[in-house]
């Protein structure tokens, strides 16, 4: 079935860069779209961006435009968000997502901001 | 940005009776090339991922129960459960995807009686 597997919880210092992996099993990674949504304790959904995978062509929210570069690896179906520039305000559970309509999560990994 | 708002924010319901959830958008989700409303319904289970209920307004997602229906128009729209049951319990959100970046609604939190 489909499925993606995030990697582990981070605790990083502010001003530092976080690197966060979705691993893609169970469909046709090449032709699908995956998207990342945060969500801050207390906070509604936040969309970040995404990228089409087989076009490699990305969209982000304007919020995370200077900060926040999305990639992927079609050798290991693996599609990495990087966020830099760190804030205690990006402490938050960051989700991975497959589809146009968000049909299939990952189960989320904590990043933690922090001095 | 299209702003999302749910109403109400808090929903106790009793087992078996319908409940009824409200989204409104700050611009129309319906395209008129496609002749699709592009809203989606997500429920968050307590401790855990989103998942997908209801997408492009009216589509059940797979295995998703047919006590489940999304309908609306335009602007406004509403996810209905025609039995509430207790493992429906959680955090339902509206997204739209008519428009970048995609937005959600504050969630509606159902909780049994």
């Known amino acids: 079935q489909m499925q993606l597997v995030q990697s582990g919880p981070e605790l990083q210092k502010p001003g530092t860069s976080v690197k966060v992996s979705c691993k893609a099993s169970?469909?046709?990674?090449?032709?699908?779209?995956i998207q990342w949504v945060r969500q801050a304790r207390g906070q509604r959904l936040e969309w970040i961006g995404w990228?089409?995978?087989?076009?490699?062509?990305?969209k982000y929210a304007e919020k995370f435009q200077e900060t926040v570069t999305i990639s992927r690896d079609m050798s290991t179906n693996t599609v990495y968000m990087e966020l830099s520039s760190l804030r205690s305000e990006d402490t938050a559970v960051y989700y991975c997502?497959?589809?146009?309509?968000?049909?299939?999560w990952g189960q989320g990994t904590k990043v933690t901001v922090s001095s | 940005d299209i702003v999302m708002t749910q109403t109400p924010l808090s929903l106790p319901v009793t087992p078996g009776e319908p409940a009824s959830i409200s989204c409104r958008s700050s611009?129309?989700?319906?395209?008129?090339?496609?002749?699709?409303?592009?809203l989606d319904w997500f429920l968050q289970k307590p401790g855990q991922s989103p998942q997908l209920l209801i997408y492009?307004?009216?589509y059940r997602a797979s295995g998703v129960p047919d006590r489940f229906s999304g309908s609306g128009s335009g602007t406004d729209f509403t996810l209905k459960i025609s039995r509430v049951e207790a493992e429906d319990v959680g955090v339902y959100y509206c997204?739209?995807?008519?428009?970048?970046?995609?937005?959600f609604g504050g969630g509606t939190r159902v909780e049994i009686k």
């Open positions: 997204m739209q995807r008519i428009a970048f970046p995609r937005t």
């Open positions: 611009r129309t989700l319906f395209d008129s090339d496609t002749g699709n409303t592009y």
């Open positions: 990228i089409v995978v087989g076009s490699l062509s990305t």
């Open positions: 169970g469909f046709d990674f090449s032709t699908s779209t």
């Open positions: 492009t307004l009216s």
């Open positions: 997502a497959a589809g146009g309509s968000l049909r299939t």
